[in-house]
């Protein structure tokens, strides 16, 4: 067997439909178009959505505009000053900050922001800090780790 000799399945390939050559083709006079009216013109037609001058759907829906960031990540988020929970040189780590009540689950990063003020050293470990509460947490003699991916954090 050659390529050549391979030929497409039955039913697989139709004829071109030859318009306005005659009514004994089958596709003369209106030529598929239909009787009078904007479609059958030359070059008729209506824009994509449009609705006969009815309200289109997109204008209806506004809030359907845009796109989502389907990389965006969400994190946990925990201020520097509900860190005053833990005792002077504590740990803080995912599985410290869901025992004590601060996350409600273990499934998003965390990250730690500079709203408040922290009074007590302690031993940070987690996926993000901002840049306020980085110098907050040094500025009270803790120290900061941070890992990647959200379980790690609970480790």
């Not at 003699?141 to 954090?153: F, H």
Request: proline content about 3%; hydrophobic content about 35%.
């Amino acid at each position: 067997m050659r390529q050549n000799d391979i030929a497409p399945g039955s039913g697989a390939k139709h004829s071109r439909k030859r318009v306005g050559r005659g009514n004994a083709s089958g596709h003369g006079t209106y030529s598929g178009r239909g009787l009078k009216g904007q479609k059958s013109r030359s070059g008729g037609g209506v824009r994509v959505g449009f609705e006969g001058g009815q309200l289109p759907l997109i204008k209806r829906l506004p809030y359907k505009r845009g796109f989502t960031n389907i990389f965006k990540v969400e994190y946990n988020i925990i201020n520097v000053s509900q860190l005053n929970v833990f005792p002077s040189g504590a740990e803080v780590t995912a599985k410290t900050l869901l025992e004590k009540g601060l996350l409600k689950s273990l499934r998003k990063p965390i990250k730690i922001l500079g709203k408040g003020k922290l009074d007590r050293a302690l031993r940070i470990r987690v996926n993000k800090l901002s840049v306020s509460a980085r110098d907050k947490v040094e500025k009270a003699g803790g120290e900061i780790m941070e890992v990647s991916g959200a379980q790690k954090a609970a480790k």
